[in-house]
Protein backbone atom coordinates (compact mmCIF):
# COMPACT_ATOMS: atom_id res chain seq x y z
CA UNK A 1 0.00 0.00 0.00
CA UNK A 2 1.00 3.37 -1.30
CA UNK A 3 1.59 5.81 2.03
CA UNK A 4 1.15 9.99 1.61
CA UNK A 5 1.03 12.89 3.96
CA UNK A 6 -1.87 13.90 2.21
CA UNK A 7 -4.11 13.06 -1.25
CA UNK A 8 -6.08 15.24 -2.99
CA UNK A 9 -8.77 14.64 -5.15
CA UNK A 10 -9.06 16.83 -8.53
CA UNK A 11 -6.32 18.44 -10.78
CA UNK A 12 -8.02 21.86 -11.44
CA UNK A 13 -7.18 25.13 -10.84
CA UNK A 14 -7.72 24.43 -6.72
CA UNK A 15 -6.25 21.33 -6.59
CA UNK A 16 -2.85 22.32 -8.10
CA UNK A 17 -2.96 25.49 -6.38
CA UNK A 18 -3.74 23.65 -2.91
CA UNK A 19 -1.01 21.12 -3.68
CA UNK A 20 1.33 23.86 -4.30
CA UNK A 21 1.03 25.80 -1.21
CA UNK A 22 1.09 22.56 1.01
CA UNK A 23 4.44 21.76 -0.34
CA UNK A 24 5.76 25.05 -0.41
CA UNK A 25 4.21 24.97 3.71
CA UNK A 26 6.66 22.05 4.07
CA UNK A 27 4.44 18.80 3.35
CA UNK A 28 6.51 16.50 0.68
CA UNK A 29 4.26 13.35 -0.17
CA UNK A 30 1.65 14.54 -1.91
CA UNK A 31 -0.26 12.86 -4.12
CA UNK A 32 -3.06 14.39 -6.85
CA UNK A 33 -5.71 12.50 -8.12
CA UNK A 34 -7.88 13.09 -11.38
CA UNK A 35 -9.25 10.84 -13.56
CA UNK A 36 -8.31 13.43 -16.36
CA UNK A 37 -5.58 15.33 -17.52
CA UNK A 38 -4.63 18.09 -14.85
CA UNK A 39 -6.44 21.51 -15.49
CA UNK A 40 -8.83 20.03 -18.36
CA UNK A 41 -12.01 20.16 -17.07
CA UNK A 42 -13.69 23.63 -15.63
CA UNK A 43 -10.87 25.15 -15.43
CA UNK A 44 -10.13 24.95 -18.94
CA UNK A 45 -13.32 26.80 -19.68
CA UNK A 46 -12.98 30.17 -18.23
CA UNK A 47 -12.71 33.78 -19.19
CA UNK A 48 -9.56 34.01 -17.37
CA UNK A 49 -10.03 37.41 -15.58
CA UNK A 50 -9.69 38.41 -12.27
CA UNK A 51 -10.51 41.42 -10.12
CA UNK A 52 -10.99 42.71 -6.80
CA UNK A 53 -14.06 44.75 -7.48
CA UNK A 54 -16.39 42.93 -5.29
CA UNK A 55 -19.31 43.90 -3.29
CA UNK A 56 -18.79 41.25 -0.18
CA UNK A 57 -16.14 42.32 2.29
CA UNK A 58 -15.24 38.71 2.40
CA UNK A 59 -14.87 38.30 -1.17
CA UNK A 60 -12.99 41.04 -1.53
CA UNK A 61 -10.26 40.50 0.63
CA UNK A 62 -9.75 36.69 -0.14
CA UNK A 63 -9.11 38.05 -3.83
CA UNK A 64 -6.78 41.25 -2.84
CA UNK A 65 -4.99 38.46 -1.07
CA UNK A 66 -5.12 35.69 -4.04
CA UNK A 67 -3.90 38.40 -6.58
CA UNK A 68 -1.18 39.92 -4.02
CA UNK A 69 -0.11 35.85 -4.28
CA UNK A 70 -0.84 36.06 -8.52
CA UNK A 71 1.69 39.26 -8.44
CA UNK A 72 4.04 37.93 -6.71
CA UNK A 73 4.18 34.73 -8.73
CA UNK A 74 4.29 36.66 -11.69
CA UNK A 75 7.05 38.30 -10.66
CA UNK A 76 9.24 35.39 -9.89
CA UNK A 77 8.30 33.41 -13.16
CA UNK A 78 8.80 36.75 -15.86
CA UNK A 79 5.53 36.68 -15.91
CA UNK A 80 4.78 33.24 -17.70
CA UNK A 81 0.88 33.11 -17.41
CA UNK A 82 0.82 36.35 -19.15
CA UNK A 83 -1.28 38.38 -16.83
CA UNK A 84 -2.15 41.91 -17.81
CA UNK A 85 -3.55 44.62 -15.86
CA UNK A 86 -6.44 46.03 -18.56
CA UNK A 87 -9.14 45.79 -15.75
CA UNK A 88 -13.07 45.79 -16.20
CA UNK A 89 -15.01 48.31 -17.75
CA UNK A 90 -18.89 48.42 -16.82
CA UNK A 91 -20.35 50.75 -19.18
CA UNK A 92 -23.72 52.34 -19.06
CA UNK A 93 -26.27 54.30 -21.37
CA UNK A 94 -28.72 54.69 -18.40
CA UNK A 95 -27.89 58.48 -17.09
CA UNK A 96 -30.11 57.32 -13.94
CA UNK A 97 -27.78 54.59 -12.68
CA UNK A 98 -24.70 57.00 -12.36
CA UNK A 99 -26.04 57.76 -8.89
CA UNK A 100 -26.23 53.87 -8.03
CA UNK A 101 -23.27 53.41 -10.05
CA UNK A 102 -20.77 56.07 -7.91
CA UNK A 103 -23.09 55.22 -4.49
CA UNK A 104 -21.71 50.89 -4.90
CA UNK A 105 -18.31 51.83 -6.10
CA UNK A 106 -17.86 53.84 -3.13
CA UNK A 107 -18.71 51.43 -0.64
CA UNK A 108 -16.82 48.77 -2.68
CA UNK A 109 -13.56 51.40 -2.37
CA UNK A 110 -14.41 51.77 1.19
CA UNK A 111 -14.16 47.87 1.67
CA UNK A 112 -10.59 48.05 0.54
CA UNK A 113 -11.03 47.70 -3.24
CA UNK A 114 -8.83 51.25 -3.20
CA UNK A 115 -9.32 54.61 -4.01
CA UNK A 116 -12.31 56.02 -6.46
CA UNK A 117 -11.74 58.71 -8.46
CA UNK A 118 -14.56 60.32 -10.31
CA UNK A 119 -13.47 62.64 -13.57
CA UNK A 120 -15.60 64.47 -15.41
CA UNK A 121 -15.69 65.05 -19.10
CA UNK A 122 -13.23 68.60 -18.15
CA UNK A 123 -11.04 66.75 -15.57
CA UNK A 124 -9.53 63.72 -17.70
CA UNK A 125 -6.56 62.95 -15.33
CA UNK A 126 -7.48 59.26 -16.13
CA UNK A 127 -4.25 57.22 -16.59
CA UNK A 128 -5.23 54.42 -19.22
CA UNK A 129 -4.13 51.24 -19.05
CA UNK A 130 -1.54 49.33 -20.53
CA UNK A 131 -2.42 46.61 -22.84
CA UNK A 132 0.19 44.17 -21.37
CA UNK A 133 1.86 43.42 -18.22
CA UNK A 134 1.16 44.25 -14.37
CA UNK A 135 3.30 46.90 -13.36
CA UNK A 136 2.51 50.69 -12.68
CA UNK A 137 -1.33 50.40 -12.83
CA UNK A 138 -3.63 52.15 -10.54
CA UNK A 139 -5.50 50.75 -7.44
CA UNK A 140 -9.19 51.23 -6.75
CA UNK A 141 -11.45 52.61 -10.30
CA UNK A 142 -12.22 55.26 -11.96
CA UNK A 143 -15.76 56.51 -12.71
CA UNK A 144 -15.81 58.19 -16.19
CA UNK A 145 -18.72 60.29 -16.54
CA UNK A 146 -20.06 61.93 -20.21
CA UNK A 147 -19.68 60.49 -23.73
CA UNK A 148 -16.63 62.20 -25.29
CA UNK A 149 -14.30 61.62 -22.03
CA UNK A 150 -15.64 57.97 -22.77
CA UNK A 151 -15.15 57.58 -26.46
CA UNK A 152 -11.60 59.61 -25.96
CA UNK A 153 -10.67 56.39 -24.73
CA UNK A 154 -12.69 53.99 -25.32
CA UNK A 155 -13.66 54.91 -29.10
CA UNK A 156 -15.37 51.32 -29.89
CA UNK A 157 -17.90 51.89 -27.38
CA UNK A 158 -21.63 53.52 -28.31
CA UNK A 159 -21.83 57.47 -28.24
CA UNK A 160 -25.12 56.42 -25.89
CA UNK A 161 -22.74 55.35 -23.40
CA UNK A 162 -22.96 57.79 -19.97
CA UNK A 163 -20.69 56.28 -17.90
CA UNK A 164 -17.83 53.35 -17.21
CA UNK A 165 -16.52 52.65 -14.41
CA UNK A 166 -13.22 51.21 -14.57
CA UNK A 167 -12.10 48.50 -12.17
CA UNK A 168 -8.32 48.45 -12.31
CA UNK A 169 -6.99 46.02 -10.12
CA UNK A 170 -7.90 43.57 -12.61
CA UNK A 171 -7.81 41.80 -16.27
CA UNK A 172 -6.65 38.76 -17.17
CA UNK A 173 -3.88 35.77 -17.33
CA UNK A 174 -3.38 32.08 -18.69
CA UNK A 175 -4.96 29.86 -16.55
CA UNK A 176 -3.31 26.92 -17.82
CA UNK A 177 -0.04 28.66 -17.80
CA UNK A 178 -0.85 29.85 -14.67
CA UNK A 179 -2.18 26.02 -13.59
CA UNK A 180 1.15 24.74 -14.90
CA UNK A 181 3.37 26.79 -13.13
CA UNK A 182 2.13 25.97 -10.05
CA UNK A 183 1.92 22.57 -10.59
CA UNK A 184 5.27 22.47 -12.18
CA UNK A 185 6.77 23.82 -8.88
CA UNK A 186 4.42 21.32 -6.36
CA UNK A 187 6.41 18.12 -8.39
CA UNK A 188 9.76 19.99 -7.81
CA UNK A 189 9.09 19.63 -4.22
CA UNK A 190 7.98 16.25 -4.25
CA UNK A 191 4.19 16.69 -5.50
CA UNK A 192 2.84 13.56 -7.18
CA UNK A 193 0.13 12.90 -9.67
CA UNK A 194 -1.41 9.86 -10.56
CA UNK A 195 -4.47 9.67 -13.21
CA UNK A 196 -7.25 7.95 -11.49
CA UNK A 197 -10.81 8.17 -10.11
CA UNK A 198 -11.24 8.45 -6.00
CA UNK A 199 -13.90 6.01 -5.46
CA UNK A 200 -13.68 6.24 -1.66
CA UNK A 201 -12.45 7.27 1.43
CA UNK A 202 -11.35 5.29 4.37
CA UNK A 203 -12.26 6.33 8.05
CA UNK A 204 -11.65 4.73 11.13
CA UNK A 205 -12.55 6.05 14.91
CA UNK A 206 -13.74 9.79 13.12
CA UNK A 207 -10.55 10.40 11.07
CA UNK A 208 -9.96 9.60 7.49
CA UNK A 209 -6.82 6.37 7.24
CA UNK A 210 -6.83 6.52 3.12
CA UNK A 211 -8.49 6.43 -0.04
CA UNK A 212 -9.53 3.92 -2.55
CA UNK A 213 -8.27 4.35 -6.04
CA UNK A 214 -10.77 2.85 -9.23
CA UNK A 215 -7.99 0.49 -10.15
CA UNK A 216 -8.75 -0.79 -6.73
CA UNK A 217 -5.69 0.69 -5.30
CA UNK A 218 -5.58 1.75 -2.05
CA UNK A 219 -3.80 4.46 -0.37
CA UNK A 220 -2.67 5.57 3.29
CA UNK A 221 -2.75 8.75 3.97
CA UNK A 222 -3.80 11.08 7.17
CA UNK A 223 -5.38 13.72 4.93
CA UNK A 224 -7.89 13.71 1.90
CA UNK A 225 -8.21 16.89 0.63
CA UNK A 226 -11.97 17.33 -2.04
CA UNK A 227 -10.92 19.59 -4.55
CA UNK A 228 -13.43 17.87 -7.29
CA UNK A 229 -14.87 21.07 -8.65
CA UNK A 230 -18.48 20.45 -10.38
CA UNK A 231 -18.09 16.71 -8.42
CA UNK A 232 -17.00 18.34 -4.88
CA UNK A 233 -21.02 17.18 -4.00
CA UNK A 234 -20.57 13.92 -5.00
CA UNK A 235 -16.83 13.38 -3.63
CA UNK A 236 -18.25 14.80 -0.37
CA UNK A 237 -20.74 11.86 0.03
CA UNK A 238 -17.76 9.29 0.09
CA UNK A 239 -17.30 10.60 3.15
CA UNK A 240 -21.02 11.41 4.75
CA UNK A 241 -20.47 14.91 4.24
CA UNK A 242 -23.64 16.65 2.15
CA UNK A 243 -22.40 20.21 0.51
CA UNK A 244 -24.99 22.91 0.73
CA UNK A 245 -24.25 23.23 -3.43
CA UNK A 246 -25.59 23.22 -6.81
CA UNK A 247 -24.30 23.61 -10.60
CA UNK A 248 -24.81 25.86 -13.05
CA UNK A 249 -23.64 25.63 -16.85
CA UNK A 250 -22.11 28.64 -18.47
CA UNK A 251 -21.12 28.81 -21.75
CA UNK A 252 -18.83 31.08 -23.52
CA UNK A 253 -18.49 31.60 -27.19
CA UNK A 254 -15.26 32.54 -29.66
CA UNK A 255 -15.61 34.73 -32.62
CA UNK A 256 -12.62 36.45 -35.18
CA UNK A 257 -14.03 39.97 -35.23
CA UNK A 258 -12.32 40.72 -38.40
CA UNK A 259 -13.81 44.30 -38.45
CA UNK A 260 -12.31 45.43 -34.93
CA UNK A 261 -15.67 46.04 -33.35
CA UNK A 262 -13.64 45.15 -30.08
CA UNK A 263 -10.45 47.24 -29.60
CA UNK A 264 -7.57 45.07 -29.23
CA UNK A 265 -5.90 46.82 -26.24
CA UNK A 266 -9.51 47.03 -24.63
CA UNK A 267 -10.20 45.89 -20.79
CA UNK A 268 -13.21 43.49 -20.20
CA UNK A 269 -16.10 44.98 -21.08
CA UNK A 270 -19.32 44.40 -19.61
CA UNK A 271 -22.75 46.32 -20.49
CA UNK A 272 -24.62 46.88 -17.34
CA UNK A 273 -27.90 47.78 -19.21
CA UNK A 274 -30.95 45.45 -19.25
CA UNK A 275 -32.18 45.55 -23.24
CA UNK A 276 -33.96 43.85 -25.78
CA UNK A 277 -32.40 42.65 -28.70
CA UNK A 278 -32.21 44.43 -31.97
CA UNK A 279 -33.94 42.73 -34.63
CA UNK A 280 -35.38 44.03 -37.59
CA UNK A 281 -39.27 44.44 -37.81
CA UNK A 282 -39.98 41.37 -39.81
CA UNK A 283 -37.37 39.46 -37.74
CA UNK A 284 -39.01 41.20 -34.52
CA UNK A 285 -43.07 40.01 -35.68
CA UNK A 286 -42.05 36.59 -36.94
CA UNK A 287 -40.13 35.70 -33.71
CA UNK A 288 -42.74 37.39 -31.44
CA UNK A 289 -45.97 35.42 -33.20
CA UNK A 290 -43.83 31.83 -32.44
CA UNK A 291 -44.26 30.93 -28.63
CA UNK A 292 -40.79 29.25 -29.31
CA UNK A 293 -39.53 32.36 -30.38
CA UNK A 294 -41.15 34.91 -29.14
CA UNK A 295 -38.81 35.14 -25.65
CA UNK A 296 -36.08 36.51 -27.92
CA UNK A 297 -38.31 40.05 -28.01
CA UNK A 298 -38.40 40.21 -24.82
CA UNK A 299 -35.99 42.00 -21.69
CA UNK A 300 -32.66 40.26 -21.36
CA UNK A 301 -30.86 41.02 -18.29
CA UNK A 302 -27.42 43.85 -18.42
CA UNK A 303 -23.93 41.18 -18.10
CA UNK A 304 -23.12 40.80 -21.43
CA UNK A 305 -19.43 40.78 -21.48
CA UNK A 306 -16.83 40.61 -24.21
CA UNK A 307 -12.61 40.60 -24.41
CA UNK A 308 -10.13 40.37 -27.13
CA UNK A 309 -8.50 36.90 -26.85
CA UNK A 310 -4.44 36.45 -27.76
CA UNK A 311 -2.69 38.39 -30.53
CA UNK A 312 -5.13 37.80 -33.80
CA UNK A 313 -8.77 39.00 -33.71
CA UNK A 314 -10.37 36.55 -31.68
CA UNK A 315 -13.15 37.77 -29.13
CA UNK A 316 -14.54 36.05 -26.16
CA UNK A 317 -18.53 36.52 -25.77
CA UNK A 318 -20.21 35.50 -22.57
CA UNK A 319 -23.76 36.45 -21.60
CA UNK A 320 -26.05 34.57 -18.62
CA UNK A 321 -29.27 35.41 -20.08
CA UNK A 322 -30.53 31.76 -18.87
CA UNK A 323 -30.00 30.46 -15.49
CA UNK A 324 -29.39 27.06 -16.37
CA UNK A 325 -29.40 24.55 -12.97
CA UNK A 326 -27.44 21.30 -14.12
CA UNK A 327 -26.28 18.14 -12.31
CA UNK A 328 -22.66 18.42 -14.00
CA UNK A 329 -21.42 15.90 -17.23
CA UNK A 330 -18.62 15.33 -19.74
CA UNK A 331 -20.31 17.22 -22.91
CA UNK A 332 -23.22 19.25 -21.86
CA UNK A 333 -25.39 20.01 -24.99
CA UNK A 334 -24.89 23.71 -26.00
CA UNK A 335 -27.32 26.21 -26.80
CA UNK A 336 -26.54 26.90 -30.64
CA UNK A 337 -28.23 30.30 -30.10
CA UNK A 338 -26.08 31.71 -27.38
CA UNK A 339 -23.19 33.30 -29.89
CA UNK A 340 -25.68 35.43 -31.92
CA UNK A 341 -27.94 36.34 -28.86
CA UNK A 342 -24.49 37.54 -26.98
CA UNK A 343 -23.33 39.16 -30.18
CA UNK A 344 -26.65 41.10 -31.02
CA UNK A 345 -26.32 41.80 -26.93
CA UNK A 346 -23.24 43.21 -27.78
CA UNK A 347 -24.03 45.27 -30.06
CA UNK A 348 -25.75 47.67 -27.47
CA UNK A 349 -22.53 48.44 -26.49
CA UNK A 350 -20.45 48.29 -29.90
CA UNK A 351 -22.18 49.58 -32.35
CA UNK A 352 -19.99 47.31 -34.93
CA UNK A 353 -20.97 44.57 -34.02
CA UNK A 354 -24.37 45.51 -35.96
CA UNK A 355 -21.66 44.49 -38.95
CA UNK A 356 -22.24 41.16 -37.94
CA UNK A 357 -25.80 40.14 -38.22
CA UNK A 358 -25.84 39.35 -41.63
CA UNK A 359 -22.99 37.29 -41.82
CA UNK A 360 -22.02 36.00 -38.38
CA UNK A 361 -18.46 34.65 -38.17
CA UNK A 362 -18.36 31.00 -37.20
CA UNK A 363 -18.46 30.76 -33.26
CA UNK A 364 -16.53 27.72 -31.24
CA UNK A 365 -18.60 27.41 -28.05
CA UNK A 366 -18.17 25.89 -24.96
CA UNK A 367 -19.22 25.72 -21.55
CA UNK A 368 -18.59 24.55 -18.25
CA UNK A 369 -20.03 24.44 -14.53
CA UNK A 370 -20.06 26.72 -11.39
CA UNK A 371 -20.33 25.34 -8.67
CA UNK A 372 -21.84 27.33 -6.18
CA UNK A 373 -23.06 27.89 -2.70
CA UNK A 374 -26.10 29.79 -1.90
CA UNK A 375 -24.32 32.98 -1.25
CA UNK A 376 -21.29 32.50 -3.71
CA UNK A 377 -18.61 32.18 -1.48
CA UNK A 378 -16.44 29.44 -1.68
CA UNK A 379 -16.13 26.49 0.56
CA UNK A 380 -12.52 25.64 2.11
CA UNK A 381 -11.87 24.19 5.52
CA UNK A 382 -11.99 21.21 7.56
CA UNK A 383 -14.62 18.49 6.16
CA UNK A 384 -16.25 16.09 8.70
CA UNK A 385 -14.19 13.93 9.39
CA UNK A 386 -10.38 14.62 10.89
CA UNK A 387 -8.09 15.25 8.31
CA UNK A 388 -10.98 15.85 5.94
CA UNK A 389 -10.66 18.92 3.84
CA UNK A 390 -13.11 20.58 1.28
CA UNK A 391 -11.46 23.62 -1.38
CA UNK A 392 -13.81 24.18 -3.92
CA UNK A 393 -17.41 25.81 -5.10
CA UNK A 394 -15.91 28.66 -6.94
CA UNK A 395 -18.36 29.28 -9.24
CA UNK A 396 -17.45 31.61 -11.86
CA UNK A 397 -14.90 33.16 -9.27
CA UNK A 398 -12.31 29.84 -9.38
CA UNK A 399 -9.14 31.33 -11.35
CA UNK A 400 -8.51 34.25 -9.88
CA UNK A 401 -9.08 33.41 -6.21
CA UNK A 402 -7.18 29.72 -6.49
CA UNK A 403 -3.99 30.89 -5.45
CA UNK A 404 -5.88 32.66 -1.93
CA UNK A 405 -7.79 29.33 -1.98
CA UNK A 406 -4.73 27.32 -2.09
CA UNK A 407 -3.54 29.06 0.73
CA UNK A 408 -5.70 29.13 2.97
CA UNK A 409 -6.60 25.52 2.16
CA UNK A 410 -3.20 24.91 3.25
CA UNK A 411 -3.48 26.76 6.49
CA UNK A 412 -6.21 24.85 7.58
CA UNK A 413 -4.35 21.76 7.12
CA UNK A 414 -0.90 22.73 8.53
CA UNK A 415 -2.63 24.22 11.43
CA UNK A 416 -1.05 27.85 10.70
CA UNK A 417 -2.98 30.89 11.91
CA UNK A 418 -5.61 31.55 9.81
CA UNK A 419 -6.45 35.04 7.90
CA UNK A 420 -9.55 37.09 8.86
CA UNK A 421 -11.47 36.12 6.45
CA UNK A 422 -11.51 32.08 6.77
CA UNK A 423 -14.49 31.44 8.92
CA UNK A 424 -16.67 33.43 6.09
CA UNK A 425 -15.36 30.66 3.79
CA UNK A 426 -15.85 27.25 6.16
CA UNK A 427 -18.13 24.83 6.21
CA UNK A 428 -19.15 25.67 9.65
CA UNK A 429 -20.38 28.74 8.80
CA UNK A 430 -24.14 27.24 8.28
CA UNK A 431 -23.96 25.75 11.74
CA UNK A 432 -24.98 29.24 12.85
CA UNK A 433 -28.40 30.34 12.67
CA UNK A 434 -27.85 33.50 12.48
CA UNK A 435 -25.93 33.53 9.30
CA UNK A 436 -28.51 30.84 7.57
CA UNK A 437 -30.64 33.51 7.99
CA UNK A 438 -29.10 36.32 6.90
CA UNK A 439 -28.96 33.90 3.70
CA UNK A 440 -32.31 34.14 2.59
CA UNK A 441 -31.77 37.69 1.97
CA UNK A 442 -28.70 37.62 0.45
CA UNK A 443 -27.90 40.86 -1.61
CA UNK A 444 -25.61 41.02 -4.87
CA UNK A 445 -22.96 38.37 -5.02
CA UNK A 446 -21.39 40.38 -7.92
CA UNK A 447 -21.27 37.62 -10.00
CA UNK A 448 -20.65 38.02 -13.33
C1 LIG B 1 -17.74 29.88 -18.95
C2 LIG B 1 -16.93 30.09 -17.70
C3 LIG B 1 -16.24 31.29 -17.51
C4 LIG B 1 -15.47 31.46 -16.36
N1 LIG B 1 -14.74 32.61 -16.21
C5 LIG B 1 -13.95 32.78 -15.13
C6 LIG B 1 -13.16 33.94 -14.98
O1 LIG B 1 -13.14 34.82 -15.85
N2 LIG B 1 -12.38 34.04 -13.88
C7 LIG B 1 -12.36 33.10 -12.92
O2 LIG B 1 -11.66 33.29 -11.92
N3 LIG B 1 -13.10 31.97 -13.02
C8 LIG B 1 -13.89 31.80 -14.11
N4 LIG B 1 -14.64 30.67 -14.24
C9 LIG B 1 -14.68 29.72 -13.12
C10 LIG B 1 -13.48 28.82 -13.07
O3 LIG B 1 -13.21 28.27 -14.34
C11 LIG B 1 -13.77 27.71 -12.05
O4 LIG B 1 -14.20 28.28 -10.84
C12 LIG B 1 -12.54 26.88 -11.76
O5 LIG B 1 -11.95 26.44 -12.94
C13 LIG B 1 -12.91 25.68 -10.88
O6 LIG B 1 -11.74 24.96 -10.62
P1 LIG B 1 -11.78 23.60 -9.81
O7 LIG B 1 -10.37 23.16 -9.65
O8 LIG B 1 -12.64 23.77 -8.59
O9 LIG B 1 -12.61 22.61 -10.75
P2 LIG B 1 -12.18 21.78 -12.05
O10 LIG B 1 -11.27 22.56 -12.92
O11 LIG B 1 -13.43 21.25 -12.64
O12 LIG B 1 -11.34 20.57 -11.45
C14 LIG B 1 -11.95 19.54 -10.71
C15 LIG B 1 -11.26 18.25 -11.08
O13 LIG B 1 -11.70 17.22 -10.19
C16 LIG B 1 -11.67 16.01 -10.92
N5 LIG B 1 -12.49 15.01 -10.22
C17 LIG B 1 -13.79 15.12 -9.86
N6 LIG B 1 -14.18 14.00 -9.21
C18 LIG B 1 -13.12 13.16 -9.18
C19 LIG B 1 -12.90 11.84 -8.66
N7 LIG B 1 -13.85 11.18 -8.01
N8 LIG B 1 -11.67 11.30 -8.83
C20 LIG B 1 -10.68 11.95 -9.46
N9 LIG B 1 -10.84 13.21 -9.97
C21 LIG B 1 -12.04 13.80 -9.82
C22 LIG B 1 -12.22 16.38 -12.27
O14 LIG B 1 -11.83 15.44 -13.25
C23 LIG B 1 -11.61 17.76 -12.49
O15 LIG B 1 -10.44 17.72 -13.27
C24 LIG B 1 -15.40 30.44 -15.38
C25 LIG B 1 -16.08 29.24 -15.57
C26 LIG B 1 -16.83 29.06 -16.73
C27 LIG B 1 -17.55 27.75 -16.92
Redesign the pocket.
Known sequence: MKQYDAVI???????VSAAHFLAKAGMRHILL????P?????????????RNWWPDPAMLALMNRSIDLMDALAEESGNVFRMNRRGYLYVTADESKIDEMKAASDSISKLGAGPLRIHSAEAADYQPSHPEGFHNAPAGADLLLGNDLIRKHFPYLTEKAVAVLHARRAG?LS?QQLGMYLLERGRRLGVQFEA????GVDVEGGRVRGVRLGSGVQVESPIFIN??????K??GKLIGAELPIHTEL???AVIKDALGAVGRDAPLLIWNDSQTLPWDDEERSALAEDPETCWLTETFPPGVHTRPEGGGTDILM?WEYHMRLMEPVDAPAMDEQYPEIALRGLAAMLPRMKEYFDRMPRPQLD?????KTRENRPLVGPLGAQGAFVA?A?????????CAVGELLAAHVTGAVLPEYAPAFSLSRYDDPEYRKKLENWGDSGQL
Open positions: CGAGIVGVDERPLSFTSDRSTECYWAEKVTAAGPFLEVHLKLGGFYTGVSGYGIMSA
